[in-house]
C-alpha cells in the first residue's frame, strides 16, 4: 500500500471506489496506485480509483482508473460520488466536471440521502451483431458498451465470469467493451454487468444509460426506466436525439490517510 495518501471510499450503487483529490496530494504513480489500493486482499478493495484534478474550463476534472490499472473514459456512478464531493468540500451543489468523454454535469438532488443527477452523453446506439452467440446492441457513450436483451430469460443464468471476458475481448472491439444482459422479470428489468478492466460489478452507471436507450428506442421501455442492478436501482431519462441523465445515489463510506 502506498503510505500517507489521503482517500474517501465512496460507492454509487454498489460500485465501489477510492476517490483521491490530486488537488490536494498528486500522485506520483496513478496506475500502480489504482492496481495496489484496489486489491480486495492486500488494498482497501474497490472498482476503480477516481482522480479529482484541476480544470482550466470547468469546476474540476475527473479520471477513473479501473482495478487493472487501465484508464476509463467515463463512469457514471464514479461521477454521483466525485459530485457528492464537490458538494461536501467545495460547496459545489450544481457542477461541471471535465473527463475523456466530454464534460459532464451534476446537480445534487437530495442530500439525506444523497441523490445526485448526472447529464450524461447522448446515447449513439449502433447495428446489432452476433457475438459468442448472443444477439448484441453496441452503444457508444464516450466508451463502449454492448447490451444484449434476454427475451424471457433469466439474468441470473448467465455465466458472468465466462462470458464477460469471452465478449469484452472479442476481436471486434479492438479496445474492448463493457458488457451488459438485461431481462424483464415480473415489473422490473434486471441490469447485470461486466465491466472492462473491472469484472463483474454492482453496476454500472454509464451501462444503465445503454441498457435504457437500447430499450426506448426497441419500444420495450418508455422514459424514465428504472433498472434493477445488483448494487441497488438506477433511473434513467432519455429521449432519442438528446442527452440522458442518470440518477442514482452516492454513499461515502470512510475517509482516512493510508498509513
Same mark, same amino acid.
Given at each position: 500500500?502506498?503510505?500517507?495518501?489521503?482517500?474517501v471510499?465512496?460507492?454509487?450503487?454498489?460500485?465501489?471506489?477510492v476517490?483521491?483529490?490530486?488537488?490536494?496530494?498528486?500522485?506520483?504513480?496513478?496506475?500502480?496506485?489504482?492496481?495496489?489500493?484496489?486489491d480486495?486482499?492486500?488494498?482497501?478493495?474497490?472498482?476503480?480509483?477516481?482522480l479529482?484534478?484541476? =480544470?482550466?474550463?470547468?469546476?474540476?476534472?475527473?479520471?477513473? &482508473?479501473?482495478?487493472d490499472? =487501465?484508464e476509463?473514459e467515463?463512469c457514471?456512478?464514479?461521477?454521483?460520488? #466525485?459530485?457528492?464531493?464537490?458538494?461536501?468540500?467545495?460547496?459545489?451543489?450544481?457542477?461541471?466536471?471535465e473527463?475523456?468523454?466530454?464534460?459532464?454535469?451534476? $446537480?445534487?438532488? =437530495?442530500?439525506?440521502?444523497y $441523490?445526485?443527477?448526472?447529464?450524461?452523453?447522448e446515447?449513439?446506439?449502433?447495428?446489432?451483431?452476433?457475438?459468442?452467440?448472443?444477439?448484441?446492441v453496441?452503444?457508444?457513450?464516450?466508451?463502449?458498451? #454492448?447490451?444484449?436483451? &434476454?427475451?424471457?430469460?433469466?439474468?441470473?443464468?448467465i455465466?458472468?465470469?465466462?462470458?464477460?471476458p469471452?465478449i469484452?475481448?472479442?476481436a471486434?472491439?479492438?479496445h474492448?467493451t463493457n458488457?451488459?444482459?438485461?431481462?424483464?422479470q415480473?415489473?422490473?428489468?434486471r441490469?447485470?454487468?461486466?465491466? $472492462?478492466?473491472?469484472?463483474?460489478?454492482?453496476?454500472?452507471g454509464?451501462?444503465a444509460?445503454?441498457v435504457?436507450?437500447?430499450?426506448?428506442?426497441?419500444?420495450?421501455?418508455?422514459?424514465?426506466?428504472? &433498472?434493477?442492478?445488483?448494487g441497488?436501482v438506477?433511473?434513467?431519462?432519455?429521449?432519442?436525439?438528446?442527452?440522458?441523465?442518470?440518477v442514482?445515489?452516492?454513499?461515502?463510506e470512510f475517509?482516512?490517510?493510508? =498509513?
Open positions: 500500500m502506498i503510505a500517507g495518501v489521503p482517500v471510499k465512496t460507492n454509487g450503487t454498489g460500485n465501489e471506489f476517490l483521491v483529490d490530486e488537488r490536494l496530494a498528486p500522485l506520483a504513480d496513478p496506475v500502480a496506485f489504482a492496481r495496489r489500493v484496489c480486495r486482499t492486500h488494498g482497501i478493495g474497490a472498482d476503480g480509483v477516481l479529482v484534478e484541476p =480544470s482550466e474550463r470547468f469546476d474540476a476534472r475527473m479520471r477513473i &482508473l479501473n482495478a490499472g =487501465s476509463a467515463m457514471g456512478n464514479g461521477m454521483r460520488c #466525485v459530485a457528492r464531493y464537490l458538494d461536501e468540500r467545495d460547496g459545489r451543489e450544481v457542477a461541471t466536471v473527463t475523456l468523454a466530454g464534460p459532464i454535469g451534476t $446537480r445534487i438532488l =437530495s442530500r439525506a440521502p $441523490r445526485v443527477a448526472v447529464e450524461m452523453g446515447p449513439r446506439i449502433g447495428d446489432p451483431h452476433l457475438v459468442a452467440g448472443f444477439r448484441a453496441p452503444v457508444d457513450l464516450g466508451n463502449p458498451h #454492448v447490451v444484449i436483451h &434476454l427475451h424471457d430469460d433469466d439474468v441470473d443464468a455465466d458472468l465470469a465466462v462470458t464477460g469471452r469484452e475481448r472479442d471486434r472491439y479492438p474492448g458488457v451488459h444482459f438485461v431481462a424483464r415480473g415489473e422490473r428489468w441490469v447485470r454487468h461486466w465491466e $472492462r478492466g473491472a469484472g463483474a460489478t454492482q453496476a454500472c454509464t451501462g444509460v445503454a435504457a436507450a437500447v430499450l426506448i428506442a426497441a419500444g420495450d421501455a418508455t422514459s424514465p426506466v428504472s &433498472l434493477h442492478v445488483p441497488g438506477l433511473d434513467v431519462i432519455w429521449k432519442p436525439g438528446e442527452r440522458a441523465t442518470l442514482g445515489d452516492a454513499v461515502r475517509e482516512r490517510v493510508l =498509513s
